[in-house]
């Protein structure tokens, strides 16, 4: 097995465990197991749980941000693409292991003791945030609609989260069309 293959394998298992059962649930020992590859190889490759988790994220990021992407650059412009941000996050949400935004999980668990975690949270979410900037401006509303179209969508991820429903996908949609009605 090859460093390619030995991290792509880590990745995916330690991936999987920490979105499942939480950062500091899982032990590297987990993640050996899960990925087959050995301990000795995963600390060459990760030498802190610390990178493993930023790499993870940092994979998670590209992931998420092309699939939302694809499926926006499926529709016609205007407001259509705004308001496929939300439909996107409907059909995300109900995929049967959602489990909430990995992002703000992690945060959750290591911001306060992790600053590279907190890092590589805040640069997903500011990438997010330029995505949504760069569809307003496409669509040729003002620059102030972005932060509440934003928080419309970062509280769906949560209100998802917690009720496990993707109803609040519809619910910042439904809210996302209000902003984007008013005069």
Not at 61 to 88: H, P, Q, S, T
Not at 114 to 119: H, I, L, N, S, T
Request: proline share 4%; charged share 25%.
């Amino acid at each position: 097995m090859d460093h390619v293959e030995a991290e792509a394998r880590l990745l995916d298992a330690a991936e999987a465990l920490f979105y499942e059962r939480g950062i500091q649930a899982v032990g590297m020992d987990q993640v050996r197991a899960g990925s087959g590859v050995s301990l000795k190889r995963l600390y060459r490759v990760f030498p802190s749980k610390s990178e493993l988790v930023r790499a993870c994220l940092e994979r998670r990021d590209r992931r998420w941000r092309e699939r939302l992407a694809a499926y926006v650059d499926g529709k016609d412009g205007g407001d259509e693409r705004i308001l496929a941000v939300y439909d996107w996050l409907y059909d995300w949400f109900s995929e049967p292991d959602f489990r909430g935004c990995a992002f703000v999980n992690s945060f959750g668990e290591l911001g306060a003791v992790d600053p590279a975690v907190a890092d590589t949270v805040r640069a997903h979410k500011d990438a997010f945030r330029g995505y949504m900037a760069a569809l307003v401006a496409d669509a040729g509303r003002p620059r102030s609609a972005v932060g509440p179209l934003v928080l419309l969508a970062e509280g769906a991820m949560t209100a998802a989260a917690i009720a496990g429903s993707p109803y609040p996908a519809r619910q910042a949609r439904d809210g996302a069309a209000q902003l984007l009605a008013a005069p």
